[in-house]
């Protein structure tokens, strides 16, 4: 199975402040048709996840643009240009290229200072 | 507007059976494959089971396999999980999630159920 590693696990940020998040992966997530199949979730205290981006850097219906995705290959970080109080929550990578085995990265909790 | 369902989790016994439910609404579900994707508490996330849009392909993680069953009935909108055998390592919240394209990526997630393994 593709390996998900995120970093840091635990991430206190000032409101307004940025915060960024990395994902790599134990193996190339580029697939066949040249894509790269890898997706940030959010998932709030006491909520179920909720899609960020999908294809590294597409940002779903409704989220908003201070959230933002990058990267190739096997390292990629999701970016949040400056963190307000609803962003709190776990923050997960999946990787779908490699299905039928998705990963998901061990998450990174993002909390207020 | 997409909506999944999840019920029938609950407090079983080690080696006991519960069987999970999905009601989905808002697309149209015999075209989807869908998931069924785990969470232990405090921990994360665990892909459990693979089903396509017409059952034709079926697909579980190492850790539930020859225990867990997933189905869907289409004319119901409903997507299944019977889980056997259960252990103490089952007890997580269960949610229903939706695939799409090539490759499957996941996009719409439900609520969950919880499931509790304890004697």
């Known amino acids: 199975d593709v390996v998900m590693t995120q970093s840091p696990l635990s991430l206190p940020v000032t409101l307004g402040q940025p915060a960024s998040i990395s994902c790599r992966s134990s193996q190339s997530l580029v697939y066949s048709d040249g894509n790269t199949y890898l997706n940030w979730f959010q998932q709030r205290p006491g909520q179920s996840p909720r899609r960020l981006i999908y294809?590294?850097?597409n940002r779903d219906s409704g989220v908003p643009d201070r959230f933002s995705g990058s990267g190739s290959g096997t390292d990629f970080t999701l970016k949040i240009s400056r963190v307000e109080a609803e962003d709190v929550g776990v923050y997960y990578c999946m990787q779908a290229t490699h299905w039928p085995s998705w990963t998901f990265g061990q998450g990174t909790k993002v909390e207020i200072k | 507007e997409v909506q999944l369902v999840e019920s029938g989790g609950g407090l079983v016994q080690p080696g006991g059976s519960l069987r999970l439910s999905c009601a989905a609404s808002g697309f149209t579900f015999s075209s989807y494959s869908m998931n069924w994707v785990r969470q232990a508490p405090g921990k994360g996330l665990e892909w459990v089971s693979y089903?396509?849009?017409?059952?034709?392909?079926?697909y579980y993680a190492d850790s539930v396999k020859g225990r867990f069953t997933i189905s869907r009935d289409n004319a119901e909108n409903s997507l299944y999980l019977q889980m056997n055998d259960l252990r103490a390592e089952d007890t997580a919240v269960y949610y229903c999630?939706?695939?799409?394209?090539?490759?499957?990526?996941?996009?719409?997630w439900g609520q969950g159920t919880l499931v509790t393994v304890s004697s």
């Open positions: 294809k590294v850097s």
């Open positions: 999630v939706r695939l799409y394209g090539d490759p499957k990526d996941i996009d719409y």
């Open positions: 089903i396509s849009s017409s059952s034709s392909t079926i």
